[in-house]
């Protein structure tokens, strides 16, 4: 069913360009028709957003997402801070080949712009995370298609999104979504923390609790009582108020929660939650690979569960993959980029985006291809694309780490700095974006430059820094240990300097420190 309404909205959008192209449309009525198919008219080109759900691809996606490059763009790909992929150089009248191709792996850009519910987002670590309550990705998945084409929310005053996550550490940034979801058990049963109103932008706001534990098999009717007030409440006459935080900080969080309960009362008699046998049919799509099963079954019935550490700790139990003329160089990126999987004898890869001088989120076709290869080969053929715009392969056994490593170092994609100053989340700016103020891409290449000794980045710790062009905050620059906001000062570019932010369980908004910098003297700032 999902495969036919993507050709069919394929074969609808192929025809629109061939009007617009011939003329019988305008840009005015073509705009909102490309929006809702993904694409965007940026300062050189079109832009084109492909939906990644909640971050998880497998090998065959990720090569078409090679292919893609190759084909439409320029040979690379840009991971955003939504768990998607944006081309920034198509050409208009091969839109409805492009789309075609993503269609043959069951992939598409529908939902990626417009006011609507946006890609739904989750933690990287979904399935292999030791911490988490249960998998949040069946529930993410259900969220999906509730929302696609859904009638009552394909216009809402403004666009939405959403975050389920199943951790008590936020590897999402759910607090700042306009819906955040934490999975939570209370006297052994599944149920949803429900917090609303988070988001960044103009006016950035933390999500309150609206409510502590949803039973889980109401998630779908609280989740549709929640769109329901703000459908009805939200605000259509400015474009700045429009957004739901703004309407619960003029209700207030309480009275908020008020309506949403009794929206509920009414939605909950509708009928929509799904059966216990159609979410059971969508939790089998993420059931764990049988290897990992096989292990975790071994760890209960020996009682040793998987050690939760230093990787390169636990390999000491193994010397052979301690050794080798390059150990010094692969210790530095176990630890750093390699962490703990809840099945012993298994690991979590974290693939920077991040080379000293590179653009962050950046992949070339070439890099596409090796990172799908060792997907397939190695982490029982599944990625994930992560919101700070780096991959994870989640399954890799960690006898196969000297061999994965090896293979991302040749691709020039075993950069040791997860979670270091050089990691940095930057949106595309002023080189591509007709929104920005300050271009975000070189001033990024210039910090992670300033920084490049590894040794002196792993001195100063984790340290998260994030750099938007403009105020509407691509770049997370808000919940950024270090926040930079490109702003336009009377025709020059400026850069603020923001200090405190968080987007993990600690959640925290960065306050602006002052007068602004240039290009130069903010890269000065951030290393006084």
Known sequence: YDQAMVDARVAEFRDQVRRRMSGELTEDQFKPLRLMNGLYLQLHAYMLRVAIPYGTLDSRQMRMLAHIARKYDRDYGHFTTRQNIQYNWIKLEECGDLLADLASVEMHAIQTSGNCIRNISSDQYAGAAADEVTDPRPWAELLRQWSSFHPEFSFLPRKFKIAVIASDEDRAAMRLHDIGIKLVERDGALGAAFYVGGGMGRTPMIAPLIKDFVPIADFQSYAEA?????????????????????????????????????????????????????????????????????????SRESGNPAPNGDIWDVLAMDPRLREGDDADEFEPWVRQNVKPHKAPGYAIVNISLKPIGGIPGDASSTQMDVMADLAERYSLDELRVTHAQNIVLPHVAQRDLPAVWRALRDAGLADANLDLISDIIACPGLDYCSLANARSIPVAQKIARRFADLDRQRDLGELKLKISGCINACGHHHAGHIGILGVDRKGVENYQLLLGGSGAEDVSLGTITGPGFDEDGIVDAVER
Not at 246 to 271: D, M, P, S, T, W
């Open 226 to 298: 929640c769109l329901r007030v703000y459908n009805r409440y939200g605000r259509r006459d400015n474009i700045y108020k429009a957004r739901i935080k703004i309407l619960i900080h003029e209700l207030g969080a309480a009275e908020y929660a008020r309506q949403v309960e009794a929206e509920f009362a009414e939605v909950k008699a509708l009928g929509i939650d799904p059966p216990a046998a159609e979410l059971e049919r969508i939790a089998a799509f993420f059931a764990l690979p049988e290897p990992i099963e096989e292990q975790l079954r071994h």
